[in-house]
């Protein structure tokens, strides 16, 4: 006779999964932006955007093989809202970038998941962890300096970002309950047909450069078809407002993943704002009930 707590584990394992894709996620989306940096002086933000958009595109189709999947007419139209989405999404924040810090840029884009984690809230404890999520990145915003020094375009770019990740949030979950490989790959194919034009007017011929390509491949693995794969996973499974919440690990991620991969050091404030947005995260997940756990209704689709 099979022990009770052994039969319980394969479920809470199951349980586990998604949190586990969503962490994963993460952690390559923060390695990979940091990494991206690298190619901005040989073909600018854009280029970077529609190599990084591009490329995962072509893996995820080689991969996953959208064809084999009977998608419907719906089907399609709702992947084609969440990929141009996606692509917006990726492109508005490499152009962030391009004149404002990571973590500044991190920290206005993450305004978008917020809006979503506290349009879901239910529970008087969930506003206590968004206060926290909002306490630790108004820590890593540069309040001291001149913040009057920042470029408006970048700023303004940052924003349009946070918009779009809000409708990546909201978008994907309408699609969530697709097959999630060929969900990604139709999904990123419809981000690369928005985004390489832009990529193409901005860096021409120099995204074919065989060098180049080597370097698009990296980042479009580790930042895009990785990823986004996960995330589809973990939007599947996940409520809105757990997701939005716990995606606030992201500044955190992205600040560590440049201390090691761009060598940019950290003040005690900053460690600081990372404890902070981590707990937030922590408690999001630890505090959801039982009987919360199921996806929530997109407030935007219809009963």
Not at 65 to 82: E, H, K, S
Request: hydrophobic share 55%.
């Amino acid at each position: 006779m099979s022990s009770p707590v052994l039969a319980l584990r394969p479920s809470r394992l199951a349980a586990l999964a998604p949190y586990l894709a969503l962490i994963g996620g993460m952690v390559s989306l923060s390695a990979g932006t940091s990494f991206a940096k690298t190619l901005y002086p040989m073909v600018g933000p854009a280029g970077t955007a529609a190599l990084r958009v591009g490329l995962s595109a072509l893996m995820l189709l080689a991969v996953f093989r959208p064809w084999r999947t009977a998608f419907t007419a719906t089907d399609l139209r709702a992947l084609a809202v969440y990929g141009a989405v996606m692509g917006l999404m990726n492109l508005s924040f490499y152009m962030a970038l391009n004149t404002i810090p990571l973590g500044v840029a991190l920290a206005i884009e993450f305004m978008g998941p917020l809006s979503v984690a506290l349009f879901n809230s239910r529970r008087l404890l969930h506003f206590v962890w968004v206060g926290l999520a909002v306490l630790g990145l108004g820590l890593l915003l540069p309040l001291q300096g001149k913040v009057s020094a920042l470029d408006p375009v970048g700023c303004a770019y940052a924003a349009a970002a946070a918009v779009f990740w809000a409708g990546y949030i909201v978008f994907g979950k309408r699609v969530s309950h697709l097959p999630s490989g060929a969900t990604v790959a139709v999904g990123m194919t419809a981000a690369a047909v928005t985004v390489v034009p832009f990529g193409v007017a901005g860096a021409g011929l120099a995204l074919i450069d065989p060098n180049i390509l080597a370097l698009g491949l990296i980042v479009a693995l580790v930042s895009s078809a990785l990823p986004y794969t996960l995330d589809m996973i973990a939007l599947r499974h996940i409520p809105k407002r757990t997701f939005g919440v716990a995606v606030s690990g992201d500044p955190a991620l992205g600040a560590l993943a440049g201390l090691f991969v761009l060598g940019e050091h950290l003040s005690a404030q900053q460690w600081l704002a990372i404890a902070a947005v981590i707990a937030a995260s922590v408690g999001a997940v630890l505090t959801s009930p039982t009987d919360e756990d199921q996806p929530l209704q997109d407030p935007a689709a219809p009963a």
